[in-house]
């Protein structure tokens, strides 16, 4: 099993950044490939981007290529999601998601978190 914790969420204005956290305990993250997704109000959950295990190859949904950045730091268990130039609409729940593998993915995932919000208004 693996538990998965996001942190980061939070007010930010149009146009501005945010880094969310992303921590995982119950197994190492070396053989995981990780990804976030996103839920916005009365929207149905989206894929934003994954990693592979490793960290060197990632994919990110045609929204998020130019603004959003997935990394990772297998030896503190933990990724990141870096995304500038947010836009109203992008307010939404950002989940954290974790699959046994080593490719990047943007489906069949196993392990959730909680998620943590992010809301983008003046």
């Known amino acids: 099993q693996v538990q998965l914790v996001e942190s980061g969420g939070g007010l930010v204005q149009p146009g501005g950044s945010l880094r969310l956290s992303c921590v995982a305990s119950?197994?190492?993250?070396?053989?995981?490939?990780m990804a976030w997704f996103r839920q916005g109000p009365g929207k149905e959950r989206e894929f934003v981007g994954s990693i592979n295990s490793s960290g060197d190859s990632t994919d990110y949904a045609e929204s998020a290529k130019v603004r959003f950045t997935i990394t990772r730091v297998n030896a503190k268990n933990t990724v990141y999601l870096q995304m500038r130039n947010l836009k109203r609409e992008e307010t939404a729940g950002y989940y954290c998601?974790?699959?046994?593998?080593?490719?990047?993915?943007?489906?069949?995932?196993?392990?959730w978190g909680e998620g943590t919000q992010v809301t983008v208004a003046a």
């Open positions: 998601a974790a699959r046994a593998g080593y490719s990047v993915a943007n489906e069949g995932y196993d392990y």
């Open positions: 119950g197994r190492p993250l070396s053989t995981y490939t």
